[in-house]
């Protein structure tokens, strides 16, 4: 597990500077996970999933992608956190998010005590841009957890040549279940890609936000991830 986190500063494409917190295992080095928040932002929900990572042996980042708009502020996971984040991506834009991702992916590789490969995984908001990530880089895998806005990218989907896992909650009251059925449809000939739905809401994972939390599906889908990442992304 991790001792402790490690502030880093990730330049991006064009010229700024995101913060990040950078998880390492026992053993000092191991392959890389760029790890991509929700729309809370980077905060103690993160640095939990950083330890975890970290705990499977991996170098684990998490970068502040409202750094240009609101900067180093993570929000409660509270229905008035909620509200507050939401008012907040309205000033978001994805498509440079995912320059931002591109770079803090590019800065994770380089580093010294990463070996070997390095993958996306992202939550709510990151899953979105984990799978934004597969299209517009070249990461060696990536977890999506419930991104809303993965419809919006599969038109692109032949863009992606890395292997994926895809997380859906069935009572998910943002995400369709016909979504789950579209990524199913255009990736039915891919047998490194995967999707798994669970009997649970909107961010099941997060058990930092009561409303939220389902512990079962949590642990079972966690349980997948990290069997996915052994196989794609060995320590």
């Known amino acids: 597990?991790?001792?402790?986190?490690?502030?880093?500063?990730?330049?991006?494409?064009?010229?700024?500077?995101?913060s990040g917190r950078l998880a390492l295992p026992d053993d000092g080095s191991g392959p890389g996970v760029?790890?991509?928040?929700?729309?809370?932002?980077?905060n103690d929900y993160m640095d939990a999933v950083l330890?975890?990572?970290?705990?499977?042996?991996?170098?684990?980042?998490?970068?502040?992608?409202?750094?240009?708009?609101d900067p180093d502020h993570p929000l409660p996971q509270t229905e008035a956190g909620?509200?507050?984040?939401?008012?907040?991506?309205?000033?978001?834009?994805?498509?440079?998010?995912?320059?931002?991702?591109?770079?803090?992916?590019?800065?994770?590789s380089r580093l010294s005590?990463?070996?070997?490969?390095?993958?996306?995984?992202?939550?709510?908001?990151?899953?979105?841009?984990?799978?934004?990530?597969?299209?517009?880089?070249?990461?060696?895998?990536?977890?999506?957890?419930?991104?809303?806005?993965?419809?919006?990218l599969l038109d692109q989907a032949e863009a992606v040549h890395c292997p994926v896992l895809f997380h859906f909650g069935t009572e998910d009251p943002f995400i369709p279940n016909e979504l789950a059925d579209r990524v199913e449809l255009v990736f039915a000939g891919r047998d490194d890609v995967e999707l798994k739905r669970?009997?649970?809401g909107h961010a099941f994972d997060n058990s930092f936000a009561e409303m939220f939390h389902q512990p079962e599906a949590a642990e079972e889908a966690w349980g997948v991830t990290a069997d996915f990442l052994r196989r794609t992304l060995p320590a």
Do not use: K, N, Q
Request: net charge negative; aromatic share 10%.
């Open 1 to 18: 597990m991790a001792d402790e986190l490690r502030t880093e500063h990730v330049p991006t494409h064009d010229g700024g500077t995101m």
């Open 198 to 200: 669970y009997a649970a």
């Open 82 to 108: 909620m509200g507050e984040a939401m008012t907040r991506m309205g000033s978001f834009e994805v498509a440079e998010a995912t320059r931002d991702c591109d770079a803090a992916l590019a800065y994770l």
């Open 51 to 69: 330890d975890r990572l970290a705990g499977l042996g991996y170098v684990a980042l998490c970068v502040d992608l409202f750094w240009r708009i």
């Open 34 to 42: 760029l790890l991509i928040h929700e729309i809370f932002g980077v």
């Open 113 to 152: 005590e990463v070996t070997g490969s390095v993958a996306v995984l992202g939550f709510c908001l990151g899953g979105t841009l984990a799978f934004a990530t597969a299209v517009s880089s070249e990461p060696d895998a990536v977890v999506s957890y419930y991104g809303s806005g993965v419809g919006d």
